[in-house]
């Protein structure tokens, strides 16, 4: 019978027949599921809000990730709508509205006014609507009204 020990050196010695013979296999990712819309999210939603560098006086930040279904491959310039009860109005009022892009590695960014309680719990919208993807509202809910930040993340399904 043959004992095999492994420490750091024969480890790293052996690492290239390892390799070469098939007993290291790479690491596979599982399928990454679409975001599914969450029940309330479209609520006093207003189609086709405008792409702005702030929403009102700013204080806030809404920001998140948007990745594809399936291979979790970052999307670059998906536009995401965000709107929220505010120190500077409710939900429902154009004012409260505007809508981002996300950069080269799907992040986005939007600062808005501080979020505040709507029907008892501090929450903000988020909405995917641009047509390559299916459309996916969001309602996260703030674990404080005293939180400065919101995240939020998509990974969005292909039509």
Do not use: K
């Amino acid at each position: 019978m043959t004992t095999v020990l492994f420490n750091r050196r024969t480890l790293l010695a052996a690492g290239g027949s390892v390799v070469a013979t098939g007993l290291l296999a790479p690491a596979r990712a599982q399928e990454l599921a679409a975001t599914p819309s969450m029940r309330g999210g479209s609520n006093n939603y207003h189609p086709d809000a405008p792409i702005v560098d702030r929403i009102g006086g700013g204080g806030f930040w809404m920001t998140g990730t948007v990745r594809r279904a399936g291979d979790g491959a970052p999307l670059a310039g998906q536009r995401i709508q965000i709107w929220a009860h505010t120190t500077e109005g409710h939900e429902r009022e154009p004012q409260s509205h505007g809508a981002t892009l996300t950069d080269s590695n799907g992040i986005f960014r939007l600062e808005m006014p501080q979020i505040v309680p709507a029907f008892g719990q501090p929450h903000g919208h988020l909405a995917y609507d641009s047509g390559d993807f299916e459309t996916v509202f969001l309602r996260p809910v703030m674990s404080s009204a005293r939180d400065t930040s919101l995240e939020a993340h998509f990974v969005l399904q292909p039509v």
